[in-house]
């Protein structure tokens, strides 16, 4: 869904001044986190014999980046990459990486992915003045192996596990797990307790439904959204749940009193919201956005339960 609210911000997404930091998770787990919220993280698993990447940032020049961040970490070649989403930001950095790199995701997000035009216009919204980097994005490489629930990736010596519960932030939402490690790139899907998500799809309740799937299959300690702050699992999925099921009731009970969706955008509240360290780079920008995503989600869901009605 494309449509946005009076006021909305765009999370600021610009690779200008993007740096990637590697937080070793575990033995060759590297979260590879954003120097500036909101811009997005990334991720590097190491096997004996092959590594992969998750996500390969908004333009070639990230994705070589990833690659530089790599190569300091390990000597094992990368040969694969998983798209959490199909995202721009998650993916027009494909294209920087070697023909023999295989990239996975959900058939679902390769389906996504066919109108470049489109998703840089929607990707220039998010580049704040900075969007003649996307002049770089030519192309768009697609994944090239795609599943529909589950695939798994040897690494050697290591397994990687591809998942698609269910719609999310997306209709194709996938998480890369390490099971040896207990920790999972959930991309758009999941962020630290009390991060609003944005509900492109509309639909809280499925949205519950696939986090609950997700907590249901994978015994994970740690996440590492696409971006924010790495998380706890079980907070993170607990307080989304709530969110989505508040918010879902909350429109319901205002569209059966009557009550117009502008003034719903005023009035059902943003509760428990994320806290930021006092002093964090970007911090009033970080509010600012929580509480916008808060009114689009609102819209979403109000427009979501208006086509169920009928």
């Not at 999370?11 to 500036?36: H, T």
Request: hydrophobic share 40%; charged share 20%.
């Amino acid at each position: 869904m494309t449509e946005r609210p009076p006021g909305y911000i765009a999370p600021n997404l610009s690779p200008v001044g993007l740096e990637l930091y590697p937080d070793q998770l575990a033995d060759g787990v590297y979260a590879l986190m954003a120097n500036q919220m909101p811009k997005d993280n990334n991720g590097l698993v190491i096997g004996e014999k092959a590594a992969l990447v998750i996500d390969s940032g908004v333009t070639p020049g990230v994705g070589r980046h990833i690659q530089d961040v790599a190569a300091n970490l390990t000597d094992k070649p990368i040969r694969y990459l998983a798209n959490t989403t199909y995202h721009g930001d998650h993916t027009f950095g494909n294209t920087a990486f070697a023909d023999d790199v295989t990239i996975f995701s959900s058939r679902i997000n390769k389906a996504a992915m066919t109108d470049l035009a489109g998703e840089k216009r929607i990707r220039t919204d998010s580049m704040y003045g900075d969007g003649h980097v996307l002049d770089e994005v030519v192309a768009w490489r697609t994944p090239d192996v795609v599943f529909d629930r589950f695939c798994e990736i040897d690494l050697g010596g290591r397994v990687v596990q591809l998942w698609h519960f269910g719609p999310g932030n997306g209709s194709g939402d996938t998480v890369v797990y390490v099971p040896d490690a207990k920790v999972a790139w959930t991309g758009n899907l999941l962020g630290p307790a009390g991060t609003t998500p944005m509900l492109l799809v509309g639909d809280p309740l499925a949205y519950g439904r696939t986090l609950r799937a997700m907590k249901a299959s994978l015994a994970l300690d740690t996440v590492i959204p696409g971006h924010g702050f790495r998380a706890e699992a079980e907070p993170a999925i607990s307080w989304l749940v709530t969110y989505l099921e508040r918010l879902a009731g909350a429109v319901s009970t205002r569209i059966e009193e009557g009550e117009p969706v502008e003034r719903m955008l005023e009035e059902i509240p943003l509760r428990d919201a994320l806290e930021i360290p006092p002093g964090f780079p970007g911090a009033d920008q970080v509010i600012a956005l929580q509480r916008s995503l808060h009114r689009l989600n609102i819209l979403l869901t109000h427009r979501w339960l208006q086509g169920v009605a009928r």
